[in-house]
């Protein structure tokens, strides 16, 4: 499948718009720009290449979807965190790729505005949103996976710069990304969480090196990033040293509640899609009208409604001033146990699909063998299910701990 | 969530629930009516005209919740529904209930048909699972497929009482051509109507009784010690628990969702079955988490699986988690194939 040329309007859906007025631009903008090629469930799909993704994003933010409720002097819309949910509902809603710049728009753009200084708001906020800085993760590494605590990658004052020196490894994109949001330690390993500090490190710094894994679903999206002696500048450093970390745990309290707000929208949309394939197709339409089937896919219903139920409550408590705190777990541990069970649904269902193959079922086939493949990783990165668990249990339950 | 200007919310129903739940134990069915309206619980959605608050149905979900997590055994939820669906037609009734001198209650499963003579309808058939029905003055049973009618229980035979749920034991009612005012037969959808609104008010029952057993359970696993320490320092506990407290906010949530302006059908029938699904798990693994004194009756637990385990059954869950998926089904258009671009 080879990618294809795109087209895409320009032009902002109005900024004076709100409420279901926003709600009808956000959708007719997206309805009339997002190339059928783009579309996973269209028979017309062609994975797009780096440069056309990057293209189709940079032309969301202008358009008012990335970046929404930013500042408008560091690029974003200057939007409320309502109406960031109503045009996640409406992205959902539709089937588009997956951004190829959300760490730097989920995670080091919200961190950066938290913890960063104006000159470094100013520098990296609008280079993230009109995409010519993509952006990847250091935090894990081959000894600190969940444990982020036990890190070993050094930064160590040198005069006005930081040298850096260690291994990051599952760093998602960094083969594509111009900067890494990389977790270093400071001090010794046996302060734990304190001595941890966040910089902002270019990826073309000398020193660094870029290997990339292939992983379960065959694409080299993984990598390891290798650190030796790379100085970084001060002007690079976000926070400091033992605030930085703490600081970004704040922020990663609230992202983890409302990032990737779209998710519940698109979930139905790959059910409904799943849907659409099986009614092309007359056996799996026979399946359908199957009692068991139908509860199943109610199920899928039940946990679609209850995850948008979540996501909601949680933008009301924001937006009511209240501290989100350790809720944030409940949205990511019900969506990736919900979606990894509805993966393994679709794929059973369009297994039974007759022969010869219909090109519909073949589209949703290819789409559903790689959302199986990718939501195995769902209930591991962001937080294990594990790592939820135990935060709902010490921080929600408050059960105790001690003999 | 404020009510138009008078500054009341849901929440502070709540607590005044709780405490008449609470002083209704050991009182008969009739005095729990009384009590219970005294309270202004059970006109809560009722209009004015006929002594009740006229409040949304968001204001008798903490109401049904209280009664739930109290295990009460007046059927609150039958008789809040009924207060509002007679208030139109039958007003003196709907008064009488509203004041908690009578009380009334539902048959959930089964239907009757309907034969008009003259100014009267003749009632036949059988219909089942009406919580308390030996105890109450009136019964509704749906009659075909949407209809319902409003039954005086003083003349109808009444089969032993049934059901898992010992505290509100439900009832099998035979009408041999029971006849009835006209004016007692409601039109066709009224069993829909009240259906959509059971569900979310059987979502708060399940969500009380499944927030008690919670509560209940994290009290035991952080009191009792086994081998050394609190059973709470167990991560399979802890994992447990959490996976419970997930259930539980689930319930919650959709409770909320179903209960927004722009909501519908299907996410009340999600709010129950969410309920249904999540307060099974969470009640039963009460009684496993209290090992033998979950069995016992010195601790509720076992008490709550058997309310939410009847609410599932009165709500008929597996039915409408099969409907749920056909409607859905129904909804979509088959996929198309597309020109390339």
Known sequence: MTAVNISVQDGAVTQSLSGEAYRQAARSWLATNLPASFRSDSTAFAAPSLTQSTGWEAALHRAGFAGITWPTAYGGHGRTLREHLIANQEIGALPMPESVNSIGKELAGPIILAIGTEAQKLRFLPSILDMTNIWCQGFSEPEAGSDLAGLRTRAVRDGDVWRVNGQKIWTSGAYRAQRCLLLARTGPVEDRHRGLALFAVPLDAAGVRVRTIKSIDGKEGFCEVFFDNVEVSQDDALGAPDEGWSAAIRVLAIERATNRMYRSWRFENELRHLIAACKADPVLTGLLEERHYAAMLAETIVDIDVLKAHVETAVDALVAGEQIGARGSLAKLHWSEAHQRFAALAMELLSKASLPLRSEVRVAQRRFEGIYLQSRAETIYAGTTEIQLGIIADRILELARGK | ?341
């Open chain 2, 1 to 341: 969530m404020t009510n138009r200007d008078e500054g009341l919310s849901p929440a502070e129903f709540a607590a005044t629930a709780a405490r008449a739940v609470a002083a209704c134990a050991g009182l008969s069915v009739a005095e729990q009516g009384v009590r219970l309206a005294g309270d202004g619980l059970v006109g809560v959605v009722a209009s004015e005209n006929v002594g009740g608050l006229d409040l949304p149905l968001s204001f008798a979900v903490p109401v049904v919740a209280a009664a739930g997590a109290g295990l009460s055994d007046f059927p609150l939820m039958e008789n809040i529904l009924l207060a509002r669906l007679l208030q139109q037609r039958l007003p003196r009734i709907a008064t009488t209930i509203v004041a908690g001198s009578i009380s009334a209650t539902v048959a959930w499963n089964g239907a009757v048909t309907a034969s008009r003579q003259g100014d009267r309808v003749v009632l036949k058939g059988c219909v089942a699972r009406a919580p308390r029905a030996a105890d109450v003055g009136l019964l509704l049973v749906r009659v075909g497929e949407s209809a319902a009618a409003i039954v005086p229980l003083a003349s109808v035979a009444r089969d032993e009482s049934s059901g898992i749920d010992l505290t509100q034991p439900e009832y099998t009612v035979q009408l041999d051509a029971v006849s009835v005012p006209a004016e007692n037969l409601f039109a066709e959808g009224t069993w829909q109507d009240l259906q959509s609104d059971a569900f979310v008010l059987r979502a708060a029952a399940i969500l009380g009784s499944a927030e008690t057993c919670l509560a209940l359970a994290r009290e035991h696993v952080s009191t009792r010690r086994q081998f050394g320490h609190a059973l709470s320092y167990n991560q399979s506990i802890r994992h447990t628990l959490a996976r419970h407290k997930l259930g539980l906010e689930g319930i919650r949530q959709s409770i909320a969702r179903a209960l927004f302006q722009e909501s519908g059908l299907r996410e009340r029938r999600a709010a129950f079955l969410a309920a249904s699904a999540y307060g099974v798990t969470i009640s039963e693994g009460a009684v496993q988490m209290h090992g033998g004194m979950g069995f016992t009756w010195d601790i509720p637990v076992h008490r709550h699986v058997r309310r939410i385990r009847a609410l599932q059954a009165q709500g008929d869950a597996s039915g409408v988690l099969a409907a749920l998926g056909h409607d859905y089904i129904a909804d979509v258009k088959p996929a198309r194939e597309h020109a390339a671009a």
